[in-house]
């Protein structure tokens, strides 16, 4: 029995991985919204936008958990200095 799957189609484990670097994604930019300095928002969306197309052709696991980490703390960071400019 043939499979009807393209060749090229992800699996279980490569497609829950996209989905959490498309939410890390998202979740950058959402919190990006809210620098108040429109020079540096810019700048730090243009250094995620390069940042996640120069590793968009990482295929193994590990190194995208690594990478995954590594986003999310900086995310955290961001999102914790952004509440410190509100205070």
């Known amino acids: 029995m043939t499979s009807k799957l393209p060749k090229n189609a992800l699996s279980l484990k490569q497609f829950l991985l996209r989905q959490e670097v498309l ?3 998202r979740d950058i ?5 809210k620098v108040p ?3 540096t928002r810019e700048d730090l969306k243009e250094w995620a936008r390069t940042d996640f197309r120069n590793n968009k052709y990482h295929n193994d696991e590990a190194s995208i958990k690594s990478m995954l980490y590594y986003g999310r703390k900086s995310l955290r960071d961001l999102q914790r200095s952004l509440a410190l400019s509100e205070s």
Do not use: A, E, H, Q
């Open 23 to 25: 939410k890390l994604y």
């Open 29 to 33: 930019f959402r919190t990006l919204r």
């Open 37 to 39: 300095d429109s020079v």
